[in-house]
């Protein structure tokens, strides 16, 4: 059965939700696709699925797939070049968050007066219409970023080492379809990274102080959707049922997160962009510490119980400890990730580096507290 919503795109979940796509936008022999994918998805075969599925309705298409794991600018000059050489009418990201952020940033370079570069120089860029109108589809084939149904893509620019976020409401898929059986053959690490991703994702989105009920509800019940089925796709990559809650809760995590985010995100950036360290793994090494951070400082009540509310949907798994850092300890160890940077290439002598960075990433703005740089070397030094 596929269901079908419309916040705050048009998303297509469950087994057969890409027949139910094709049928939907009834493509004409005239439209050519660019698939945007990465080379593992193509060796592993992943996409003869797409490609079997546009060939069955005499669709053209090119494929795309040199990009990076943590995208850079050069895989988008690439892409665009791809797209204009094939003539190309309309994009389908194929892949996890790298694929379908290097298939919106093509969109952006596209359709943006001036590309991505005048976009960087622009003032409140966002605001302005995108010239060209180019159908971008996202087929997700992990479930953690959410980038289906975000707003922006994370690049690597050249003009600087750290990842930068693109947003504009333009770029958002029209169509995200989550098949769930796309997402059966991922390795349980990659599962379990993913997994954390979408997880920080709605709980960083409830802790941000900014006011909006809907994107809490949202985060809420996106993390109840990962505690009680990421362990089982954990444990059973052909449980589909899981798989496919796991998909949707990492949609709502995106979702709520137009509201923020914060430090957790703020010191797994340059973790990639420096280290290369996948990014839901980056999330799962800081996570717990994070959270014993901030619930050692002053907290207002309200803040207080927001913890708590978190710490209390995990109630029932033996994870579950009196404070939310020790829970969230238990929990990622429990999907198989051991703590410490030292063993992913990060030093005593990165880490001044690291914390200059997670100062001044934007995610940090919308903390539930403050934080200072000072701040963030201490809590990378209790992760390290």
């Not at 979940?13 to 796509?21: E, K, L, P, R, S």
């Not at 362990?231 to 798989?243: F, H, I, N, Q, V």
């Amino acid at each position: 059965m596929v269901a079908e919503y419309s916040f705050p795109t048009t998303i297509l979940v469950g087994q057969g939700a890409g027949d139910a796509w094709i049928n939907k936008i009834n493509p004409n022999p005239q439209q050519h696709f660019l698939i945007v994918t990465d080379k593992t998805i193509l060796s592993l075969g992943l996409c003869d699925w797409l490609t079997e599925l546009l060939d069955g309705h005499q669709c053209q298409y090119s494929v795309f797939a040199d990009i990076h794991a943590n995208p850079i600018q050069e895989d988008v000059k690439k892409g665009v070049q791809v797209y204009s050489d094939s003539a190309a009418t309309a994009i389908i990201a194929f892949g996890g968050g790298a694929a379908i952020d290097v298939a919106k940033a093509i969109k952006l370079e596209l359709a943006y007066p001036g590309g991505i570069e005048q976009f960087q120089r622009d003032e409140q860029p966002w605001e302005q219409a995108l010239q060209a109108s180019i159908d971008c589809y996202a087929f997700p084939t992990t479930a953690g970023t959410g980038s289906e149904v975000g707003r922006s893509a994370v690049i690597i620019l050249e003009s600087q080492k750290d990842k930068t976020v693109l947003f504009h409401p333009q770029i958002i898929p029209d169509i995200a379809v989550l098949e769930p059986k796309l997402t059966q053959g991922l390795p349980q690490a990659i599962t379990a990274a993913t997994g954390i991703d979408a997880l920080t994702h709605c709980l960083e989105a409830y802790l941000a102080p900014d006011i909006h009920p809907i994107c809490d509800g949202i985060a809420l019940q996106g993390m109840e959707l990962v505690l009680q089925f990421l362990p089982r796709a954990y444990c059973d990559g052909d449980d589909l049922e899981a798989r496919e809650k796991i998909q949707l809760a990492a949609s709502m995590g995106a979702i709520a997160f137009q509201k923020g985010l914060g430090m957790v995100h703020s010191m797994a950036h340059p973790l990639s962009a420096y280290f290369n360290i996948h990014h839901g793994l980056a999330n799962a090494l800081v996570i717990s510490q994070c959270l014993h951070f901030i619930e050692q400082q002053n907290l207002h009540a309200d803040e207080h119980k927001k913890l708590h509310t978190l710490n209390d949907l995990f109630k029932g798994q033996e994870c579950h400890q009196a404070v939310l850092s020790k829970t969230m300890a238990n929990f990622v160890a429990s999907l198989g990730i051991s703590p410490g940077l030292n063993p992913h290439g990060v030093n005593q002598d990165d880490l001044p580096l690291l914390a200059e960075a997670a100062y001044r990433d934007p995610c940090t703005e919308t903390n539930i507290i403050a934080v200072d740089q000072a701040q963030f070397l201490a809590v990378y030094k209790a992760v390290l």
